[in-house]
């Protein structure tokens, strides 16, 4: 089954020099290295191919990567991506909904904190499926804290916490990363 | 949850979609004494963002009526952006000693409520 729904012009070689290896270790969690892998990726991404459109690259049957601008709306974007990406292996609607959901809010807070540097866009969207789990990793490049208001960002994590099976998050002075595990949703190939 | 009543009555406001990759639109109008809110579609950061929906705070505090029905049984998608802003229409009824009341809401989306601990703030 071949990945659906590519965002902006369509989906995009991965640009010369460009290790995953990194990210793939965070969407694992065989290794959680912090922001740094996930900022380092997304600079690579847009240095060569600027934003501040979405964009969407080729990583294989099996596995999505997404680079976003920090705009309140690509949180529609990502979710209806990750949707019809484990919409072959997700048991019930409800289920469906739910990764829509946490999908979301990890989107719109690296969004709402995100800074974006020069070229605008800031988040990196990595979904695949890792022991028969759905996992989704959205790094970006500001700090979690950084985003107003306490209790929007309160209900926000205790969403993602409730509707996940694997919800972490890790944060320093070069960004954030989020990751959230789904269990028994299952997209086409796998890693 | 009870069901939404049928509608006879014209809006007063609409507010739709900041873009074309989220549909959803939130209608108010002014039926037996409340002033009802019908959201349809998705209610996430960027639909239900407080500079989308001032149009409908401005028609609430126009209006003169107290209580709240808001129909969420159009509602595709919501997430903590959607629940914000169902927590500033609370806010702003309480604020004139009004109440809140939602109507229609799908399952799963009563459940984001519960599990975000906004239920009590809705009368039955």
Do not use: K
């Amino acid at each position: 089954m071949a990945v659906p729904g590519p965002l902006g012009t369509g989906v995009l070689p991965l640009p010369d020099g460009v290790d995953l290896s990194p990210l793939l270790a965070v969407l694992a969690d065989r290794d959680v290295p912090g922001p740094a892998a996930t900022l380092a990726v997304a600079a690579l991404l847009t240095a060569a191919h600027p934003c501040p459109d979405a964009r969407s690259y080729d990583v294989g049957p099996g596995a999505m990567l997404d680079v976003l601008p920090a705009r309140p709306d690509v949180a529609a974007m990502a979710r209806r991506r990750v949707r019809s990406f484990a919409a072959g292996g997700t048991p019930s609607p409800d289920r469906q909904d739910e990764v829509a959901v946490a999908v979301s809010e990890a989107v719109s807070n690296a969004v709402q904190h995100a800074h974006g540097g020069a070229d605008g866009c800031a988040l990196v969207l990595l979904v695949g499926t890792v022991d028969g789990a759905l996992r989704v990793v959205v790094g970006d490049d500001g700090r979690w804290d950084d985003t107003p208001p306490a209790a929007h960002r309160g209900r926000g994590t205790t969403l993602m916490a409730a509707l996940s099976d694997v919800s972490a998050r890790y944060s320093d002075a070069q960004g954030t990363v989020v990751v959230l595990g789904f269990d028994g949703v299952q997209a086409p190939g796998g890693l | 949850m009870g069901d939404p009543p049928v509608s006879s009555a014209r809006a007063i406001v609409r507010v739709d979609s900041p873009s074309a990759d989220i549909p959803f639109s939130a209608e108010a109008r002014i039926e037996s004494g409340a002033f009802v809110l019908a959201v349809s579609g998705e209610a996430d950061v960027a639909s239900a963002a407080p500079e989308r929906t001032a149009p409908i705070d401005a028609a609430y505090a126009a209006s003169g009526e107290v209580d709240v029905l808001i129909d969420l049984s159009g509602v595709t998608f919501l997430d903590s952006g959607g629940l914000s802003w169902l927590v500033r229409v609370r806010s702003a009824a309480a604020a004139r000693g009004g109440s809140v009341r939602l109507v229609g809401a799908p399952s799963r989306i009563e459940r984001l409520l519960r599990i975000s601990g906004l239920l009590p703030l809705f009368a039955a």
